[in-house]
C-alpha cells in the first residue's frame, strides 16, 4: 500500500517515513499543501496522512480538494489542535479519522490497519476480497487475517498481497519479479533482501515449523512456488 504522508515539520515527516516504510508500505512525502495536491495526482497514493496547519494550502482545503477527484481514498487528519471544532470540520470535509500530535507509532500503524481494513471491505464483491485457501489455512482478505482451526493469524496488507499472488499461481514457480509486481506495484521496486525479508517473516506466521516450510516453497535462483496438495 503507498501512503502519502503531508506534514510541514521535517522531523516529524522523516520519522513517520522511516517507521511505515519498515512496516513495508510505499512512503511518499509532501511538505505543503501545493506540494501535496501534486503528489497525489502523480503518484496516486492508497491513502494519506494529512496534517492540518500548513503553509499555502492548509490540511482542510487539500482533503476538499481530493474528496472531488475521489470520495473513497482513506484520509487521517494529522494535528497539534485538539477543539472539538476542529474534529467535527475534518470529518464533515471527508476525513476516516483524526490523530492528536503528539501520537504514538503504534497508535498509528493500528489505525491505519483498521481503516485499510474498512476500505476493503467497501470493495464491490468479487474485488480480491473472496475467502480463500492456503494449505491448511483459511485467508480472509476483507478481515486481513487468515484461521487455522480456532486460531487467528493476522495479516499485513503486503503480507496478504503475497499469498494471493502465490495462490493465484498454484502449483506453479512465481518469480521474484512476479511477487514484486503483485505485492509492490511497478512504480515502487523493493529490493531483493526486502523481498527476503517479508517471505521469512510471513513462514513464521504462517508456516507450522518455518524451518521447514511446506506452504511457501522456495525455487532456488528463481522464486517461489505454493504447492497445493
Given at each position: 500500500?503507498?501512503?502519502?504522508?503531508?506534514?510541514d515539520?521535517?522531523?516529524?515527516?522523516?520519522?513517520?517515513?522511516?517507521a511505515?516504510?519498515?512496516?513495508?508500505?510505499?512512503l511518499?512525502s509532501?511538505e505543503?499543501g501545493?506540494q501535496?495536491?501534486?503528489k497525489?495526482?502523480?503518484?496516486?497514493?492508497?491513502?494519506?496522512?494529512?496534517?492540518?496547519m500548513?503553509?499555502q494550502l492548509?490540511?482542510?482545503?487539500v482533503?476538499r480538494?481530493?474528496?472531488k477527484l475521489d470520495?473513497?481514498i482513506p484520509?487521517v487528519f494529522?494535528?497539534?489542535?485538539?477543539?472539538?471544532v476542529?474534529?467535527?470540520v475534518?470529518l464533515?470535509?471527508?476525513?476516516?479519522?483524526y490523530?492528536?500530535?503528539?501520537f504514538?507509532?503504534?497508535?498509528l500503524?493500528?489505525?491505519i490497519?483498521?481503516?485499510?481494513?474498512r476500505?476493503?471491505?467497501?470493495k464491490?464483491a468479487?474485488?480480491?476480497?473472496?475467502?480463500f485457501?492456503?494449505?491448511?489455512?483459511?485467508v480472509?482478505?476483507r478481515?486481513?487475517?487468515?484461521?487455522?482451526?480456532?486460531?487467528?493469524l493476522e495479516?499485513?496488507l503486503?503480507?496478504?498481497?503475497i499469498?494471493?499472488?502465490?495462490?493465484?499461481?498454484?502449483?506453479?514457480v512465481?518469480?521474484r519479479?512476479?511477487?514484486?509486481?503483485?505485492?509492490?506495484?511497478?512504480?515502487h521496486?523493493?529490493?531483493?533482501r526486502?523481498?527476503?525479508?517479508?517471505?521469512s517473516?510471513l513462514?513464521?506466521l504462517?508456516?507450522?515449523?518455518?524451518?521447514?516450510?511446506v506452504?511457501?516453497r522456495t525455487?532456488?535462483g528463481v522464486?517461489?512456488?505454493?504447492?497445493?496438495s
Open positions: 500500500m503507498k501512503i502519502l504522508v503531508v506534514e515539520d521535517a522531523l516529524i515527516r522523516q520519522g513517520l517515513t522511516e511505515l516504510s519498515r512496516e513495508g508500505y510505499a511518499i509532501a505543503n501545493n501535496a495536491l501534486e497525489y495526482r502523480q503518484e496516486k497514493p492508497d491513502f494519506i496522512l494529512l496534517d492540518i500548513m503553509p492548509d490540511g482542510y482545503t482533503c480538494e481530493i474528496r470520495e473513497r484520509i494529522l494535528s497539534a489542535k485538539g477543539e472539538e476542529d474534529r467535527v475534518g464533515e470535509l471527508g476525513a476516516d479519522d490523530i492528536h500530535k503528539p504514538g507509532v503504534h497508535e500503524r493500528a489505525r490497519k483498521a481503516i485499510a481494513k476500505c476493503l471491505c467497501q464491490p468479487g474485488a480480491d476480497t473472496e475467502v485457501s492456503f494449505g491448511d489455512l483459511s480472509f482478505p478481515e486481513l487475517c487468515a484461521m487455522r482451526g480456532s486460531q487467528r495479516l499485513s503486503r503480507e496478504l498481497k499469498l494471493e499472488c502465490l495462490h493465484r499461481h498454484k502449483n506453479e512465481v518469480t519479479d512476479m511477487l514484486f509486481d503483485f505485492a509492490w506495484g511497478y512504480e521496486m523493493p529490493n531483493s526486502t523481498l527476503d525479508m517479508h517471505i517473516k513462514r513464521r504462517i508456516e507450522v515449523e518455518p524451518e521447514n516450510p506452504l511457501i525455487v532456488h522464486g517461489y512456488r505454493y504447492q497445493e
